[in-house]
């Protein structure tokens, strides 16, 4: 059903709209917890690419993607890979200036 719902998002709606990658997203959670980790990766990863391109690398969902494709290579027993994934994230906010307060 997943990949169903997943196609036809690509076909009316495009494949980086972001309808279409959160369907994307759901497979490849949906892949996970069927463990069938590799082809998660797989779709992790791609699901990340396009939102750090759609949405940006700051993006909530972005970050929620970094998050899934290091607990997939977790499972995976890719361990460096993945506090790798997680590092880049802290060392790309970490660079930023502090957000100022509005009151």
């Known amino acids: 059903?997943?990949?169903q719902v997943l196609q036809l998002y690509e076909k009316v709606l495009?494949?980086?709209h972001p309808h279409t990658l959160t369907s994307m997203n759901n497979l490849a959670l949906?892949?996970?917890k069927l463990g069938k980790?590799?082809?998660a990766e797989k779709m992790h990863r791609q699901v990340l690419?396009?939102?750090e391109k759609v949405l940006g690398?700051?993006?909530p969902h972005t970050l929620a993607s970094m998050n899934n494709l290091a607990l997939v290579l977790k499972k995976l027993g890719k361990y460096e890979e993945a506090d790798v994934s997680t590092q880049r994230d802290r060392d790309d906010t970490s660079s930023?200036?502090?957000k100022r307060s509005h009151s």
């Open 1 to 3: 059903m997943h990949r």
């Open 14 to 16: 495009g494949k980086e």
């Open 30 to 32: 949906v892949l996970d």
């Open 37 to 39: 980790y590799e082809e």
């Open 49 to 51: 690419q396009l939102r």
């Open 57 to 59: 690398k700051e993006h």
């Open 96 to 98: 930023r200036p502090p």
